[in-house]
Nanobody, 114 residues
């Protein structure tokens, strides 16, 4: 199955920035739509952003204008540039194909706190 390895999370102050990376283990990475999701403690998983094989993007309303998703097919990697971070962005961030083809990774923790 397709597997995912997320990285780049950490602790940052409000207003700061982080760039997350997701390496996808498949030889046909370029054909997949890839989404970023996040899940905060006690809350349901939320769609953050997505990018198609044709570089079309979508964003959740809560992150529009602050986050940017991109992909590098040569590296089997999807990125999430997160700017102007807020405490409510605190969550574990995951990447996944759309539709879901693989197994969920461990995610990467993003914590926004003063």
């Amino acid at each position: 199955q397709v597997q995912f390895v997320e990285s780049g999370g950490g602790l940052v102050q409000p207003g700061g920035s982080l760039r997350l990376s997701c390496i996808v283990s498949t030889s046909i990475f370029s054909i997949y739509t890839i989404n970023w999701y996040r899940q905060a403690p006690g809350k349901q998983r939320e769609l953050v952003a997505g990018i198609t094989s044709g570089q079309k993007t979508k964003y959740g309303d809560s992150v529009k204008g602050r986050f940017t998703i991109s992909r590098d097919n040569a590296k089997n990697t999807v990125y999430l540039q997160m700017n102007s971070l807020k405490p409510e962005d605190t969550a574990v961030y995951y990447c996944m194909t759309d539709p879901t083809f693989g197994s969920w990774g461990q995610g990467t923790q993003v914590t926004i706190s003063s």
